[in-house]
């Protein structure tokens, strides 16, 4: 099982960037997808996530500025990042999870921010 990020890299701020997130030997369509990232010398956060059923949910940073959306069919979940800020700088990773927890993981996907 994999999750596979994509998209980060270097931007200006107030640019924009897409990730997203593709998955295999897995369905997404199962899960809760979510995205998390980590910025130096801090703690891994939550930045949004997806229900199967399609509710979101985004931490207050980034709310009006990212969004996060999912297609099942290509088994991909994307976050677009406009307006972003160099605050936003991060390793950004994403997941799948249930309501008992975090299932999968992902590997990261840097996105720098330069102001």
């Known amino acids: 099982v994999q999750l596979q990020a994509s998209g980060g890299g270097l931007v200006q701020a107030g640019g924009s960037l897409r990730l997203s997130c593709v998955g295999s030997?897995?369905?997404?369509?199962?899960?809760?997808m979510g995205w998390y990232r980590q910025a130096p010398g801090k703690q891994r956060e939550l930045v949004a996530d997806i229900s199967n059923g399609g509710s979101t949910n985004y931490t207050d940073s980034v709310q009006g500025r990212f969004t996060i959306s999912r297609d099942n069919a290509k088994n991909t979940l994307y976050l677009q990042m406009n307006s972003l800020k160099p605050e936003d700088t991060a390793v950004y990773y994403c997941?799948?999870?249930?309501?008992?927890?975090?299932?999968?993981w992902g590997k990261g996907t840097q996105v720098t921010v330069s102001s």
């Open positions: 030997r897995m369905l997404i369509s199962r899960y809760t």
């Open positions: 997941n799948a999870g249930t309501k008992w927890g975090i299932k999968y």
